[in-house]
């Protein structure tokens, strides 16, 4: 018998992150539901158990030192490693800021969430997906983050934002060096599509299962799969 694949998916209480948590669940895989707020967290992965997932509630904030450490050492205690991380936890901040808008302190929040909690939760878990016998990242990006899509004539974003687009720009660029650094574990970033969800205010026009997708195929991915990529539903996208 193969042995059970264990996962963590941050930000995992709601929108696309549970749904990618119920996906990877739905496959057989043990999925840590990362949660900054324990009651949302214990709420969803109760939800998940009702429909037949076997998943536990990790307490992760990761703009947090102590938490992302206290969610390595819980995950370490209970499993010795980790086969799957899904960075999902993001945050829009004061969408749309024009560049000339931007204040320090409304980008620092994006960053240290969209960025430097990717980072944070990243270099935590290493250690642990490094006992992993297939291990694999996927980093929640979005199309908005590729510089090819923002200057192509083609694509109308609608808005100009000098703090989330350049975020997720950042963290694909941090997802190539992570890539090229840690051989062995498969390492991509993906766009969900224009998601119904709170970020939004469930504007968005695919539900967030289907958002879901790309992130539990990458998280899936075989030995010959990519890494060191960023894709959509239907295939790469360009930087
Ligand atoms: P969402 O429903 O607002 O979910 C965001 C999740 O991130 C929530 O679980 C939230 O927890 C969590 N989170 C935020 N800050 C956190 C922190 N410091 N520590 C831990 N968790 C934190 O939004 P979503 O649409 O599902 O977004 C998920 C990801 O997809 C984000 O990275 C977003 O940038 C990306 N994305 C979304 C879309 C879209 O159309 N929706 C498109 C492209 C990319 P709380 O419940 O505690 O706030």
New binding site residues.
């Given amino acids: 018998m193969s042995e059970q694949t264990i996962a963590l998916v941050?930000?995992?209480?709601?929108?696309?992150?549970y749904e990618i948590a119920a996906g990877l669940g739905a496959l057989g895989t043990t999925v840590g539901i990362?949660?900054?707020?324990p009651r949302?967290g214990e709420e969803a992965a109760a939800k998940l158990r009702a429909d037949g997932v076997d998943a536990f509630f990790v307490p992760?904030?990761?703009?947090d030192d102590e938490s992302v450490a206290s969610a390595a050492a819980l995950v370490e205690e209970r499993f010795g490693r980790l086969d799957v991380l899904v960075n999902?936890?993001?945050?829009a901040g004061e969408w749309p800021t024009a560049p000339s808008a931007a204040t320090p302190a409304v980008l620092g929040k994006v960053l240290d969430?969209?960025v430097i909690?990717v980072v944070r939760v990243t270099n935590a878990m290493v250690p642990l997906l490094r006992r992993s016998a297939r291990p694999r990242i996927v980093n929640?990006s979005?199309h908005l983050s590729s510089l090819t899509l923002q200057t192509s004539p083609e694509v109308d974003f609608g808005d100009v934002d000098g703090v989330y687009m350049p975020s997720k720009t950042f963290l694909n660029a941090v997802t190539v060096q992570y890539a090229k650094e840690l051989t062995g574990i498969k390492i991509n970033a993906c766009?969900?599509?224009?998601?119904a969800?709170?970020?939004?205010g469930f504007q968005?026009h695919e539900t967030?299962a289907d958002?879901a997708k790309i992130a539990v195929r990458l998280a899936t991915l075989d030995d010959d799969g990519p890494t060191g990529g960023l894709f959509d539903n239907a295939g790469t996208v360009p930087w």
């Fill in positions: 941050t930000g995992a209480n709601k929108g696309i992150g990362g949660a900054r707020d949302r992760l904030d990761v703009t999902n936890a993001g945050i969430t969209n909690g929640q979005s766009c969900p599509g224009y998601v969800t709170d970020f939004n968005g967030p958002g």
